[in-house]
């Protein structure tokens, strides 16, 4: 059956189940709230595979080992229903499949290989670009983008996901033309997204308040990455103009406590709290409460730009026990992996953390300025990269 909204053919007979999936793509699209909603296709068709492998996203997206192991149960349900699957939806499961099965690349091959092919496909688009943001690959994100905004002429939220990969692909003229269209013909909380990193890469802290503030009511209809991951954008731009007290107070009530246990919340925080102090603000208490939360995450070792937040976090809040667990564990994940990023970034970055946040300040800086020119590949934004910069810079600058 035929989705009415897409023109994509589904590998099922329930309308129902595949108007789920058309508002699956909905939510994605603006990063809301009702992701959920694919569960309800699996439950309309119990034998729809692409249900089950989006169903199982879901999960992965929390990029967690308890998601994981929620994932797994969809993935293996995509997998046995896929046999008779059209086409497309078979390189969906098997992109899904190799996701949960901590295989990257080869998520990253099939789903860039399904995009190529359906381009009108804009759910399977949006957990391409999640993952080319993961690995660092923003060269073929744009690639895939720009395929996107000629597939999908009348969306113009595939506009706002190609703004973003010219930000980080260095055309800001055009991201920030692009990105403002995007954002002005509908909803599209990650085409602002686009645009305040055109201002964060343009050094204009005071047009980014001007023009995102009046926007940032509507954030709350998103899901809580990209509500505070927004809003850290805001308090980036006072932190820059030197409203230190405005960042601080926008931690407390837009960036930290939306949703504590989900790890991209926890990063935007680290990232934040870890900023103001370079900046010379007394955070008082707050590295304590981040590190209840960051503690469960210590062997998760999902993805290691966020592994890294959270050892930073729990340095900082000197969890001493947890910090050395958490580098003996990352040194067997490098030992065992074939992933030159863990291998050789994420050790060396580690170390550079820890020796930062226990005020070993040659050390930190000798370790972290290994790891500068090759930070791309540890994923991550270029505005979120900058904090290892400014670490590096703060302790190079720091009194012997």
């Known amino acids: ?4 909204v897409t023109g994509l053919s589904h590998g099922s007979a329930s309308a129902a189940a595949i108007a789920c999936l058309d508002e699956l793509r909905a939510e994605l699209l603006v990063y ?13 068709d119990p034998e729809f595979a692409a249900a089950h492998a989006l169903a199982a996203a879901m999960h992965l997206l929390a990029m967690s080992a308890s998601g994981r192991a929620q994932a797994l149960p969809f993935v293996a349900q995509a997998q046995a229903f896929a046999r008779s699957a059209p086409p497309r939806e078979q390189l969906l499961a098997a992109a899904v499949a190799r996701w949960a099965a901590g295989d990257a690349d080869g998520c990253v091959r099939r789903l860039s290989a399904l995009v190529e092919a359906w381009p009108q496909d804009l759910v399977a688009a949006r957990l391409l670009q999640v993952h080319q943001l993961e690995r660092g690959q923003f060269a073929a994100m744009r690639r895939t983008t720009a395929l996107l905004v000629a597939a999908n002429p009348d969306v113009s939220h595939a506009r706002g996901m190609h703004a973003f990969a010219l930000a980080e692909t260095g055309a800001v003229e055009a991201a920030d033309r692009l990105g403002r269209a995007a954002a002005d013909a509908a909803f599209d909380p990650w085409a602002e997204h686009a ?3 055109v201002f964060a890469s343009r050094g204009r802290p005071g047009a980014a308040l001007a023009w995102l503030l009046p926007r940032a009511d509507r954030w709350s209809r998103c899901s809580s990455f990209l509500h505070t991951h927004n809003w850290w954008h805001v308090a980036l731009a006072h932190l820059a103009l030197g409203e230190r007290a405005a960042a601080l107070a926008l931690f407390d009530s ?25 900046a010379g603000v007394d955070v008082g208490d707050r590295w304590s409460d981040l590190a209840d939360f960051l503690a469960p995450r210590t062997k998760d070792h ?30 067997d994940k ?6 030159e990023v863990w291998r050789e970034i994420v050790p060396t970055a580690a170390d550079g953390l820890v020796a930062h946040a226990r005020r ?6 000798r370790l972290l300025g290994r790891t500068l020119l090759r930070l791309s590949a540890l994923g991550g934004s270029s505005v979120q990269r900058d904090l290892f910069v400014q670490l590096h810079a703060h302790a190079r600058r720091a009194p012997a």
Not at 32 to 44: I, K, L, S
């Open 254 to 278: 837009r960036i930290w406590g939306v949703r504590k246990t989900h790890c991209q919340d926890q990063l935007n925080a680290v990232s934040l709290l870890a900023r103001l102090e370079l």
């Open 195 to 197: 645009v305040a990193h």
């Open 360 to 365: 070993q300040w040659a050390a930190a800086a």
């Open 334 to 339: 490098a030992r065992t992996s074939a992933d």
């Open 32 to 44: 809301g709230r009702n992701a959920a909603v694919v569960f309800e296709a699996v439950r309309h």
């Open 1 to 4: 059956m035929r989705s009415a």
């Open 302 to 331: 999902v993805s290691g730009f966020l592994d890294l937040h959270t050892l930073l976090g729990l340095a900082r809040a000197g969890r001493d026990g947890e910090v050395e667990a958490m580098r003996r564990s990352l040194v």
